[in-house]
């Protein structure tokens, strides 16, 4: 089971090439529905993040001229350290 912290730690841009600054990441309740980010990609499943389910929100400014903001919901955040870390949580 991911705690807050480690859905915080979490990454979905890692090794991305641009200038990030002025980045909030937070753990947050959907007060309306939002479209998963990881859901969203040519291989997702276009799911939405309901009302009431909890979420990882991303805003930062990228290269300076543009906000960018993500929506994850926590089973893909699940899923994805699952498959990364397999059922050990140490990396493969």
């Not at 990030?20 to 990441?25: E, G, L, P, R």
């Not at 937070?26 to 990609?41: E, M, N, S, V």
């Amino acid at each position: 089971m991911n705690t807050d912290a480690d859905y915080l730690r979490f990454d979905p841009f890692e090794g991305e090439e641009a200038d990030i600054a002025c980045k909030t990441v937070a753990i947050k309740r959907a007060r309306k529905k939002h479209p998963c980010f990881l859901g969203a990609g040519p291989q997702g499943d276009h799911h939405t993040i309901k009302p009431g389910e909890r979420y990882r929100s991303e805003k930062a400014l990228i290269d300076g001229s543009f906000w960018g903001r993500s929506a994850i919901c926590l089973p893909c955040i699940d899923k994805f350290l699952a498959d990364v870390l397999g059922s050990t949580g140490e990396p493969l």
